[in-house]
């Protein structure tokens, strides 16, 4: 069974359409996350909701939207795609909100190409 | 604010050479530490974390790193390369929002 599960895996579309990514974890885990990878490996945290309640909201454009309907699932809305947005996105959970001791585990990532 | 910073974006070691990859954290209480590795088009993977205890921690696929607080260091090592060990490698630290925040990566090569 895979713990934290993203669709789709990839995904091409043009530029302005809107697009969701979804994410869904099987692990009973109170926090998720969403991650932009960027072209050079680059690793920057978006988002995080600790059981529905958005808890960080890094700078990011208002073109990005989380959605957490209940706490096993965190998906991505994006609107108005732009060419740089063009990344991996990355979803993922950890056990608790008390400083992530026990680690996060990731998501097989969703490649987004905006052309 | 929490932070880490790998030295060397890519390390190139021949099979069976010792592999060192280096990273330095910053933190204003004791910090949470990580290592997660990633093979091409995959997810993160946990090699393996320090909270607290025991400074030398092992992990997966015969890593481990040793925690010093004088260095403000957790450097990864292994002691003889695998061609599969070829992968990019993220030291990562847990941030004031709990938040986990990794470095800039670095690109294990491995040589036949």
């Known amino acids: 069974d895979t713990a934290v599960s993203q669709t789709p895996k990839y995904l091409v579309t043009q530029m302005g359409n809107d697009k969701s990514i979804k994410c869904e974890q099987n692990l009973g885990h109170d926090t998720m996350y969403w991650y932009k990878q960027d072209s050079k490996k680059f690793l920057k945290i978006m988002f995080s909701?600790?059981?529905?309640?958005?808890?960080i909201n890094e700078t990011v454009p208002n073109r990005f939207s989380p959605k957490s309907p209940d706490k096993a699932h965190l998906n991505l809305h994006i609107n108005s795609l732009e060419l740089g947005d063009s990344a991996v996105y990355f979803c993922a959970s950890s056990q608790d909100r008390s400083r992530g001791g026990y680690g996060y585990t990731f998501g097989s990532g969703t490649r987004l190409t905006v052309v | 604010a929490q932070s880490v910073t790998q030295l060397g974006s890519h390390v190139s070691v021949s099979e069976g050479a010792l592999v060192l990859l280096r990273c330095n954290y910053s933190s204003s209480v004791p910090p949470y530490l990580f290592w997660y590795v990633q093979y091409p088009n995959q997810g993160l993977q946990l090699l393996l974390k320090?909270?607290?205890?025991?400074?030398l921690v092992k992990g997966i696929n015969g890593f481990e790193a040793e925690f010093k607080k004088s260095e403000t260091s957790f450097h990864l090592t292994k002691p003889s390369a695998h061609m599969s060990d070829a992968a990019e490698y993220f030291c990562?630290?847990?941030?004031?929002?709990?938040?986990?925040?990794f470095g800039a990566g670095t690109r294990l090569t491995v040589k036949p």
């Open positions: 909701y600790n059981n529905k309640e958005l808890i």
């Open positions: 990562a630290v847990i941030g004031n929002n709990n938040d986990m925040r």
């Open positions: 320090y909270t607290t205890g025991a400074t």
